[in-house]
């Protein structure tokens, strides 16, 4: 074998080389080199996508890292040295080596530590980075020879390379050194990019890692780390001591040999008492456990059990089921709330009895075919749902019960996609936050969109493009580095659990919490054969816990989820008016429009909806809605399936359904029937043509004829893409009707967990208060006295929560809440006494003053404001020791004598308080932005949105919350909005010649004064807007206020008016009737001097006045 690159980063040497593994090894096929290696620095990230692709493509891959390593005669120093695997062990050695420097703080290698390691590796100085290279540099020649004589020790002679790269500047030094001491050199070209202009791609991606700028005029055009071809290889060495070095790569290349076993079985092992194994101590467990389950359970429950059972111990699962249950069991016993179950595991009834799922499957007509198939082995999948802020006690206690080295979360890979290409690229070219921002615009909103596609859409990007030299090469550097790795992280779910130390298999790194973190990502954990568990922390859990622990607290009960009817008729309301706001996976406007429609009766409406409202199942929805209905009938496509499609009224919506449907016409079992489903799913035509064949000749055998059985095949292929796993619906249908069922009867517990759910999102944040308002629940502003941490239920109120308050941290909260068990605080400087003064900052109390959290103690904000400095000078000389006890407290008159007094202040006006209300609660807390101008409004005909009715139009002030823009088919642009005034919330709509002109108003933040006419569209109030001012915009009509003692003295001035009228409308009060009242228009007067001089003299000053 010739030349090859045995010194090879790959992108998965993150934000360091641009040589993606595709790449790199469309190059080896180009130059047909036979054999590549990788050697990324200190990981493994990307080694099974290299291994299986060098294999599919007839490569042989060779692989190495290049590791961080204790210098020999420079321990202190880190230098470092390049790895490749000769054996399959030395492969399982690089992953041992890569974990233990990826779990170490310092992620260098002991020198020990390698020595541990060296078995089946081949070690090569690499290059300028190594100790070596450098000690010849600055001519410590003997030095260098200790440092080659530890690596021989370690490595053994045979085992140890120099490596010689034309493009160090030491060549020569490094190139005679080797040659006069005779030592084994290989040729290598140290390769960060594919093509020698791939250098300046290169540097920014660094300059991306290293959050630093370049000077981007000065980027190299051409670097020589780059894949060179065999033939210029040859032409870079040529004399014979470089000849045979560069042979000598090939050499090496046929000594490596390394097979990583695919397909494996690692199932975990269940920690049992000698003597005793998992399949029969599963049996008893659920034996035991289904007579606790199910009340008097039938023949039916114990056949399926029993059925079970044997395909799990069959299968070689019983010890991954008694996992799961340990870990559910865990949960349980330590208060932490789980899911009914998530995907096919809810048709096991072994997970149901085990309490691993909470859905009966004999009761919904589920399948544990659908989950574990006899006729289809393939790894068990359950998932587990938990809260997500009690997730990591989860994996914790996993870790604990298994242990660090048998225990990792699942690593996923971060891509620098489009926007972030093209950001991060501009950001190391030195551009500002408005200039990205303007990069960013004009990437179209497209999920998944690539640059290609988005340069193909926009105009106005190619024009920003060719607009300057700098945008150019923005753009091209964008481009090359798209689609890169460009940093690790933990996966929302994902957990591996093995019998045998997962460093056998895997490397592993440091992970966020007590697990450690897999370097493999989901897919390659599963292609090598390791059970991966889904743990996954969902937010609805939380809200359905926290509303629970809300309802009992306060209304002193012990309500449980197992409490909750099915039935519940507030509940069925709930969806059938589709007020489903906080409702999991019920919560978008489209699934609300169909409930609205369907006007669900039952459970199984709701779970078919929650099917149904999906891309394909969709088209079916009328018809579903129709024949529930009874506006179309309920046609089956045979008799005999009615059993199964009645509930869905003769639709076929659920996988299972066409498994049981197979099973019935054809006779198939139910796991051959599940066979066809995913056969017929991947809608090959050859495929297709064979089962059906299988299928008729099955129905034709039951007695059906041909041309029924070929109706039913031919729904089967229309749904067998479509159906949706019913398990699966079953399972999150149930935590959705859990939801609404606190809701409908706990309306205000549930708010208040709803609104603690969002904190940090001030636009779900002020959704949720004016839904809590239409189900009247009053909102009570942040309380020193009163808030929680999170939001609380007070009587039929909800009080905003201490962590809601910007500038608060948690901790500080926390803080307030816990000195407050003490006693509560008595006044301003109380507070500030007794808070611990290293985070008692003027920040802090600023927000608090603002939020309104000290307005219990009866004086204004700004008097508070005004007295801050005062509080915190008083509290620096009382001391502060870490709990934030007053050190004088034992001397009441001292103390009396210290205490500032307050430094009363004008009170802040409205408009400014509202303001500092939004800026630090995010919310406008006591009172609606519109009241900022209700004297200028009470001149005007406004009416309260509580107040208007379809058909009919109104002057209204209003609040913009949200706007989305969209283009219509002809593509003009219109704008649908979210108002508000302080009655209630509405959503608007500008039509696009409405839009052209008020297009600047058009803005989330303003308050508004519009024309709208009433519209009603999907059953809700809409408005259609006409027309649209800015309420700081409008002019006030002035109005003439007048004062009369006498019925008379109005007679002797009613031609006074009349004599100088105008546009100012005049209020009349007469002190003899105590009335006031808006005369005629006719009797409007103008603002001249003249009249105002007629009117005083009449009724004497003070009576009269224009305003």
């Known amino acids: 074998m010739g030349f090859v690159h045995l010194q090879v980063a790959s992108a998965y040497d993150l934000l360091s080389s641009t040589a993606a593994i595709d790449g790199i090894i469309e190059k080896a096929q180009q130059f047909h080199y036979p054999a590549v290696a990788i050697t990324d620095h200190n990981v493994m990230y990307g ?33 470092e040295l390049l790895l490749l695997a000769k054996t399959t062990q030395g492969y399982r050695n690089l992953l041992k080596i890569s974990s233990a420097i990826e779990t170490r703080e310092e992620q260098v290698l002991p020198l020990k530590w390698l020595e541990s390691y060296q078995e089946g590796l081949l070690f090569f100085s690499p290059g300028e980075t190594g100790e070596i290279e450098r000690l010849i540099r600055q001519g410590m020649i003997e030095d260098a020879r200790i440092v080659v004589s530890k690596w021989q020790e370690i490595a053994g002679e045979s085992g140890f390379y120099m490596t010689l790269q034309k493009e160090n500047p030491a060549y020569e030094a490094i190139r005679d050194f080797c040659e006069n001491e005779q030592l084994p050199t290989v040729a290598t070209k140290n390769v960060q990019y594919l093509e020698p202009k791939g250098v300046r791609s290169t540097e920014i991606l660094r300059a991306i890692r290293d959050n630093e700028t370049v000077a981007w005029h000065n980027l190299p055009t051409a670097g ?31 000594l490596c040999h390394v097979d990583i076993a695919m397909d494996q079985h690692l199932l975990p092992k269940f920690p049992l008492a000698p003597g005793f194994e998992a399949g029969p101590v599963l049996k008893d467990l659920c ?9 008097n359970p039938d023949a039916v429950y114990w056949e399926r059990l029993n059925y079970e059972l044997k395909v799990i111990q069959d299968m070689g699962f019983s010890d991954y089921f008694l996992i799961v249950w340990d870990v559910m069991k865990y949960s349980r016993e330590n208060g932490i709330l789980t899911g009914p179950g998530r995907g096919s595991a809810a048709g096991s009834l072994v997970s149901y009895v085990l309490q691993i799922t909470d859905v009966d499957p004999i009761q919904y007509q589920l399948l544990f075919e659908r989950f574990l198939n006899p006729e289809r082995i393939t790894m068990p999948d359950i998932d587990l749902d938990f809260p997500d802020n009690r997730r990591d006690e989860v994996i914790s206690y996993v870790v604990s019960k298994y242990g660090t080295q048998h225990v990792a979360q699942i690593g996923t890979f971060g891509t620098l996609a489009a926007k972030a290409a093209v950001r991060d690229t501009a950001r190391t070219f030195g551009l500002n936050a408005t200039q990205l921002a303007d990069w960013s615009k004009l990437i179209p909103r497209e999920l998944g969109i690539t640059l290609t596609r988005a340069h193909e859409q926009s105009s106005a990007l190619q024009r920003h493009i060719i607009s300057s030299e700098q945008n150019q090469l923005i753009w091209e550097i964008a481009t090359e580095i798209e689609g890169l790795p460009r940093h690790i992280s933990t996966h929302a779910a994902g957990v591996v ?83 489903t ?166 309306p205000a517990a549930f708010m208040a967990s709803l609104l603690s759910a969002v904190i940090g999102n001030d636009d779900k944040i002020s959704q949720y208060i004016t839904e809590a308002k239409n189900y009247g629940i009053k909102m009570r502003g942040p309380s020193i006295n009163q808030s929680y941490y999170h939001f609380q239920v007070e009587g039929d109120a909800i009080r905003f929560s201490l962590r809601v308050i910007r500038k608060i941290p948690s901790k500080f909260a926390l803080a307030i809440v816990n000195e407050r068990k003490n006693e509560p605080f008595r006044d301003f400087f109380d507070f500030c006494e007794r808070m611990p003064q290293k985070q008692l900052t003027k920040q802090v109390l600023e927000a608090l003053i603002y939020a309104g959290c000290f307005d219990e103690f009866g004086k204004d904000r700004a008097t508070y404001i005004a007295s801050m400095d005062a509080a915190l000078q008083y509290v620096s000389l009382l001391g502060d020791d870490e709990k934030g006890i007053n050190l004088f407290t034992t001397d009441d008159e001292l103390f009396s004598k210290m205490k500032p007094k307050y430094r009363e202040s004008s009170p802040l006006p409205l408009d400014e308080k509202l303001e500092k209300e939004k800026e630090y609660v995010g919310q406008y807390v006591s009172a609606h932005p519109v009241t900022f101008y209700q004297e200028k409004l009470r001149a005007l005909d406004i009416t309260a949105l509580s107040q208007i009715k379809v058909g009919k139009t109104y002057q209204l002030a209003v609040y913009v919350h949200a706007i989305k823009t969209i283009r219509t088919k002809k593509g003009e642009s219109m704008c649908f909005l979210t108002l ?77 008016l009349l004599a100088n009228r105008g546009d100012i409308s005049v209020i009349l009060h007469d002190e003899a009737t105590k009335k006031t009242t808006q005369l005629q228009p006719k009797f409007s007067i103008n603002g001249s001097p003249e009249t105002a001089k007629a009117i005083t003299e009449l009724l004497g000053e003070g009576n009269f006045i224009i305003r």
């Open 224 to 254: 020589g780390a780059y894949f060179a071809g065999p033939e210029e290889m040859e032409r870079l060495f040529v004399t014979p001591f470089e000849q045979e070095a560069l042979r000598r790569a090939g050499e090496i290349a046929e």
């Open 47 to 79: 080694v099974i996508e290299f291994y299986q692709k060098c294999r599919a493509a007839g490569i042989k891959p060779i692989i190495g890292m290049t590791i961080s390593v204790e210098g020999v005669t420079q321990p202190l120093e880190t230098f």
């Open 287 to 295: 034996h035991e456990a289904l007579l606790k389950r199910v009340a």
């Open 980 to 1056: 508000s005034d302080d009655s209630r919330e509405i959503s608007a709509v500008m039509f696009p010649e409405t839009y052209r002109k008020y297009t600047d108003l058009a803005q989330k933040g303003l308050i508004l004064l519009i024309q709208a006419k009433v519209d009603q569209r999907n059953g809700e109030l809409q408005l259609v807007i006409h027309k649209a001012e800015n309420v700081k915009d409008v002019e006030t009509p002035k109005r003439a206020f007048l004062r009369v003692k006498t019925a008379s003295e109005f007679e002797i001035l009613k031609p006074i």
């Open 581 to 746: 706001t906080g409702i999991f996976q019920f919560e978008s406007d489209g699934i609300r429009r169909v409930l609205k429609h369907l006007r669900p009766t039952s459970f199984e409406d709701i779970v078919a909806t929650n099917a149904l409202y999906r891309p394909g199942p969709m088209e079916q929805i009328d018809t579903f809605i129709a024949r529930k209905h009874g506006k179309q009938d309920i046609v089956y496509p045979h008799p005999d399936l009615e059993p199964i499609l009645g509930v869905t009224y003769g639709i076929i919506v659920y996988q299972e359904q066409i498994i049981q449907v197979a099973s019935q016409m054809a006779g198939f079992s139910l796991g051959e029937a599940d066979l066809l489903r995913r056969a017929v799913s991947k809608k090959k035509a050859d495929v297709l043509e064979q089962e059906r064949i299988h299928f008729v000749s099955g129905a034709s055998a039951k007695g059906y004829t041909e041309a029924s059985a070929n109706q039913v095949y031919d729904l089967i292929v229309r749904f067998a893409n479509y159906g949706f796993n019913r398990s699966h619906a079953v399972a999150y249908s149930k935590i959705a009707f859990q939801l609404a069922y606190l809701k409908a009867n706990y």
């Open 497 to 579: 659990i093995s019998d045998s130390p997962l460093v056998d298999q895997i490397a592993l790194q440091k992970g966020s919490g007590d697990a450690l973190l897999t370097q493999f990502a989901m897919g390659e954990l599963e292609q090598i054969g390791l059970l991966k568990m889904d743990f996954l922390g969902l937010r609805n859990l939380t809200l359905l816990d926290r509303t629970l622990k809300n309802v009992n607290y306060t209304r002193k009960t012990s309500l449980t989820l197992q409490d909750i009817p099915l039935d519940d008729a507030k509940t069925l309301q709930i969806f059938q008016k589709g007020d």
